[in-house]
């Protein structure tokens, strides 16, 4: 019930509280915001006093057993958006229990979980899906159309760089964040997209990084990450991509968010910037704090539309539309007899689903065992992926044998 879900769940709930939600394939489909599961039920009690008119009655269950308490409600699917190492109880709890789940980034931290995950997905014949809502990001929709097109021609590297500021860490996430970093929390945006968009085999990863600011230097919490794949593709050639992120960035910088991206092609280059590609903008009193110099209109926006409504759209709030459409299609789009096949096709979109999320994951997984090696003082490590010596294996500097961390293959 934080930031994620007053930026594009509350939205979406209340634009299909208000307008329903209609496909061809289906019809008119009612979408209620049934119940809410949360630590202690503050931010819920807060959104239910506010919220009158706009969305309806739904009941809020808080610790112990929080989500335990939501499934019996007898809801048709579950959105899970705790933190990251919290991922993986709640939306097994919830495909145990038959219902459809979407996950926010990343899904898991390890492949073992994933693969539990889909498993589970299977034997209920229910979908599980990931939200990639930068995937659905005009830009960087572009830059996949030139690439599938051809346009766009074998990338040879690439760098991805996204800053937030102090306040992340230092307040809005304050009560989970320590032992963790921005690369896991981030940098797996940019970790799908280059999955998603260039395809290839994922071949090693290595990651280094800053501490001292959020957390003590020599401690396991991180300020700041710079994270390297490099993979492979069909004619042998490798490129290797920097992913650099932080959650320390000066609270008046310019953006919420600072974003940039660069990719190089045989044929090609393509930079993005979150500020160049839109509008900056100056008010007295107000910017850079109670609203930012940068605005995304694009990611979430509210807006008097030209008809005179109030709205709040844009593709933070169109994934979830998206993944709330492909569970209509399989409950609602054909005969029972049929749901099976509906399923399938649904599970087809490597762009959300569960299986196909395991080298964006064994990224992540070794990314967090590279960073608790350098804790344990042990820095430049190496994670080769299906090598000889399994899925993952980390590799020591100064020690021939690897630590397996995933033993089959990615």
Not at 105 to 113: D, G
Not at 146 to 164: A, Q
């Amino acid at each position: 019930m934080g930031m994620i879900f007053d930026e594009t769940y509350r939205p979406f709930f209340e634009n299909a509280f208000r307008e329903g939600l209609y496909d061809r394939r289906f019809g008119v489909c009612e979408v209620d915001l049934a119940a809410v599961a949360s630590r202690t039920g503050g931010r819920a009690e807060a959104y239910r006093a506010s919220s009158k008119g706009n969305v309806g009655g739904f009941q809020s269950f808080i610790e112990p057993n929080s989500i335990g308490q939501l499934l019996d409600v007898g809801v048709d699917f579950v959105c899970v958006a705790t933190p990251d190492d919290r991922h993986f109880a709640a939306a097994k709890a919830a495909l145990e229990a038959g219902k459809h789940v979407l996950i926010e980034k990343p899904s898991v931290l390890s492949l073992a979980e994933l693969d539990e995950l889909e498993r589970l997905a299977r034997e209920k014949n229910v979908l599980a899906k990931v939200v990639y809502h930068k995937l659905f990001d005009p830009d960087h929709k572009k830059l996949r159309t030139f690439v599938h097109d051809g346009v766009l021609c074998h990338v040879n590297n690439g760098y991805c760089s996204l800053l937030e500021p102090k306040l992340i860490s230092g307040a809005q996430f304050s009560e989970w964040i320590t032992g963790r970093n921005p690369g896991t929390y981030v940098a797996v945006h940019y970790i799908k997209l280059i999955d998603f968009t260039f395809g290839g085999r994922l071949k090693r990863v290595t990651c280094t990084g800053q501490r001292g600011i959020v957390g003590p230097s020599d401690g396991p919490t991180w300020d700041s990450t710079q994270l390297r794949m490099v993979y492979e593709y069909g004619d042998g050639r490798e490129a290797a991509f920097d992913i650099h992120t932080s959650w320390v960035t000066p609270d008046n910088f310019p953006g919420y968010v600072e974003q940039e991206v660069q990719f190089r092609f045989d044929n090609g280059v393509w930079n993005g910037h979150s500020r160049k590609r839109g509008v900056e903008c100056t008010v007295e009193g107000k910017t850079p704090f109670q609203i930012k110099n940068s605005i995304n209109n694009h990611y979430n926006g509210t807006f008097v539309e030209p008809y005179g409504d109030r709205s709040q759209r844009g593709y933070g709030i169109e994934v979830l539309e998206r993944f709330v459409r492909e569970v209509g299609f399989v409950e609602l789009g054909g005969p029972p007899a049929s749901r099976a096949d509906r399923v399938e096709q649904m599970r087809t979109y490597h762009y959300n689903d569960v299986s196909a999320d395991r080298q964006v994951v064994a990224a992540v997984q070794a990314m967090e065992a590279i960073l608790a090696e350098h804790v344990a003082g042990n820095p430049d490590c190496v994670v080769k992926v299906n090598g000889e010596a399994g899925g993952l294996a980390l590799y020591k500097p100064g020690i021939s044998e690897p630590q397996v961390l995933y033993s089959s293959e990615v």
